[in-house]
């Protein structure tokens, strides 16, 4: 990373990633395996891997919204959801979001891999996947009474990595609350039955987290798949630099597959080419891959057009279908005595945290949520059986959300199908030990946060402007089906009978009927408020460069090569079609994993 822009962009190397986040490092580290394959890496952020924030599991909020660490976008004002603005956090660093997240290593369900060959990805099913799950993680075993604590007793190694380059493991310090969450659920008849990494499981476990253990910090890309790799001579990284466009070599002939020969980028403001002998891999991300794709002539015809952008490839499909978790949240105050994270807000306290971790990696700053639970529609009615039919169901199957391109059609019924099989996860629970308010407000309080995970709503990403510097357009129309504000509803009164369940809620002032500031009772005729009042995203976004047959809505195809090119791909959470339960970043990692094999067999 020493390099000047202009040495590294005097050369030209065999591959030109655009990107160095989660799944761009992924790929550096495998193509470079072959010290003949030369990869230069375009990053527009810094390498903050030795930063406090990076590393301490507690201040990893303190990351949203600072624009060291976060491109720090925002959405449209949502018209479903009283025209409030969300704001979209995504990682402007070297590792990406891998280096801003909040560390669950989940995974999603045997199903939701198994969906992608459904809409037409040949190879993507979850025997498929399984294997760069496994090649992506080294997985640290917890001690014997930390796993009595935590009830992991359902955990199988065989289901788990132990030489990959991304460390997992349980937390080495956690708190009643965390020990309390098990049992809760296991007195509502949620118990888990099995390791949930094994994609064929609901109910409540506790989540491995992205750490290592060796100096109880986080374990991500950069110092997972870089750092231990950067001293090769075929891997170039340029931190501090925006990529613009790609590049493309006049056609050889009317019709034929566009070559991609490179990237611009800028670094102060100064425009410079990057040279590619093989392909270009944009890794840039769900808000920023269509976004380069759009302001490189692939896209909407009629957008290009309106934006003076000349059309190479007219697609769609590009930056729709956008979806991520949304979540509505349920706060409550604790009882006296209940630690909560809440005593960071003093200063003080702080400050001898933040001593703690630097001097020993110990204390408050260590002490990560792990605590989870994967729940089928059916659970979160209380019933075992295939659950009715929500009435807005019906009327939605014919939305002009669903109706156009064809693919979206399947995908309402893949997913329509998850949400009446009691088997199927469609929502995910998990509490943070804390108030959301802000500015804090004294007190010690619990928030418990249900995921949709699933959603009907589809949005998109768009440009609106040939500056790369302006931030693209973001709509995920959140709420605008229906069915969504349905389920968070029916997700929100469940996660009120959890407050109200023992033993978590021992923990919990008026066991679970003392609220939170910014929370009240909620009940069936007040519910869809409740959503729309709180509702935010996960940081989980999916879908903009869809990995689906073009007819159907895609972008890319089961090779990641963009429709419409030769040797331009797409490697990262853009790709995914349609949205899994749980968090994404193991999934992002397995699919680099898998792409650099596609990319291998290629060569």
């Known amino acids: 990373m020493s390099l000047s822009p202009a040495a590294f962009s005097a050369a030209s190397y065999d591959y030109v990633i655009a990107g160095g986040g989660t799944a761009g490092l992924v790929l550096a580290a495998r193509l470079t395996e072959n010290p003949a394959i030369s990869v230069a890496v375009v990053e527009a952020g810094e390498d903050r891997s030795g930063d406090l924030s990076v590393n301490a599991w507690g201040l990893t909020a303190s990351m949203l919204g600072n624009p060291l660490y976060d491109w720090a976008f925002s959405t449209t004002p949502q018209t479903s959801d009283d025209n409030r603005v969300i704001t979209w956090p995504r990682g402007k660093m070297l590792g990406g979001s891998s280096g801003t997240n909040f560390w669950y290593w989940n995974r999603a369900s045997q199903e939701d891999i198994d969906d992608f060959a459904e809409l037409g990805n040949d190879g993507w099913t979850w025997a498929d996947l399984l294997p760069y799950y496994l090649k992506s993680e080294k997985y640290f075993a917890a001690p014997a009474q930390q796993?009595?604590?935590?009830?992991?007793?359902?955990?199988n190694p065989a289901l788990h990595g132990t030489s990959g380059p991304i460390d997992t493991s349980y937390p080495p310090i956690y708190n009643i609350i965390g020990e309390s969450w098990n049992p809760t659920y296991k007195n509502l008849g949620l118990a888990s039955h099995g390791d949930p990494y094994g994609g064929n499981t609901t109910g409540s476990f506790t989540t491995l987290i992205s750490q290592n253990l060796q100096n109880v910090s986080r374990s991500f890309a950069t110092t997972g798949y870089y750092k231990p790799n950067a001293h090769r001579p075929n891997l170039k990284v340029l931190t501090g630099a925006l990529v613009t466009k790609v590049r493309f070599a006049t056609p050889s002939s009317k019709g034929a597959p566009l070559v991609a020969t490179g990237v611009d980028f800028t670094v102060n403001g100064t425009l410079h080419t990057v040279k590619a002998k093989k392909e270009?891999?944009?890794?840039?991300?769900?808000?920023?891959?269509?976004?380069?794709?759009?302001?490189?002539?692939?896209?909407?015809?009629?957008?290009?057009?309106s934006l003076g952008i000349k059309v190479l490839v007219a697609n769609d499909n590009v930056g729709e279908n956008l979806q991520d978790h949304q979540f509505t949240s349920l706060g409550f105050t604790a009882n006296p005595g209940v630690p909560t994270a809440d005593v960071l807000n003093d200063p003080a306290v702080l400050q001898q945290a933040i001593t703690d971790y630097t001097t020993n990696r110990t204390g408050l700053l260590t002490e990560a949520t792990c605590s989870t639970a994967y729940l089928s529609f059916a659970q979160l009615l209380g019933l075992?059986?295939?659950?009715?039919?929500?009435?807005?169901?019906?009327?939605?199957?014919?939305?002009?959300?669903?109706?156009?391109?064809?693919?979206?059609?399947?995908?309402?019924?893949?997913?329509?199908?998850?949400?009446?099989?009691?088997?199927?996860?469609?929502?995910?629970?998990?509490?943070?030990?804390?108030?959301?308010?802000?500015?804090?407000?004294?007190?010690?309080?619990?928030?418990?946060?249900g995921l949709l995970s699933h959603p009907f709503s589809r949005?998109?990403?768009?440009?609106?402007?040939?500056?790369?510097?302006?931030?693209?357009?973001?709509?995920?129309?959140?709420?605008?089906?229906?069915?969504?504000?349905?389920?968070?509803?029916?997700?929100?009164?469940?996660?009120?009978?959890v407050a109200r369940t023992p033993p978590l809620s021992d923990l919990l002032m008026g066991n679970g009927t003392v609220y939170a500031p910014g929370y009240s009772f909620i009940t069936p005729a007040n519910v869809s408020q409740h959503v729309r009042n709180t509702l935010g995203e996960f940081q989980h976004p999916t879908g903009t460069c869809a990995m689906e047959p073009q007819d159907q809505g895609g972008v890319v195809d089961p090779r990641l090569i963009v429709y419409g090119t030769q040797n331009l791909r797409v490697v990262d959470a853009s790709v995914i079609p349609l949205q899994p339960v749980g968090t994404i970043q193991s999934l992002v990692y397995a699919i680099a994993e898998k792409a650099a094999d596609i990319i291998k067999q290629a060569q």
Request: charged residues 10%; hydrophobic residues 40%.
């Open 280 to 305: 270009v891999i944009l890794s840039a991300g769900v808000t920023q891959s269509p976004q380069l794709l759009e302001l490189s002539g692939i896209g909407g015809a009629a957008l290009l057009k």
């Open 147 to 155: 796993a009595k604590d935590l009830q992991i007793d359902y955990f």
């Open 384 to 449: 075992s059986s295939t659950p009715p039919m929500p009435a807005s169901a019906s009327a939605q199957s014919a939305s002009a959300q669903f109706a156009a391109p064809p693919g979206r059609a399947k995908q309402y019924e893949l997913v329509l199908k998850k949400l009446l099989d009691p088997q199927q996860p469609f929502a995910q629970e998990i509490y943070t030990p804390q108030g959301l308010n802000f500015p804090p407000v004294p007190g010690a309080f619990i928030t418990l946060f």
């Open 459 to 497: 949005g998109s990403i768009h440009i609106n402007s040939t500056d790369p510097t302006a931030y693209p357009v973001i709509n995920p129309q959140f709420l605008s089906n229906p069915l969504d504000v349905d389920i968070l509803g029916t997700i929100a009164l469940h996660l009120q009978k």
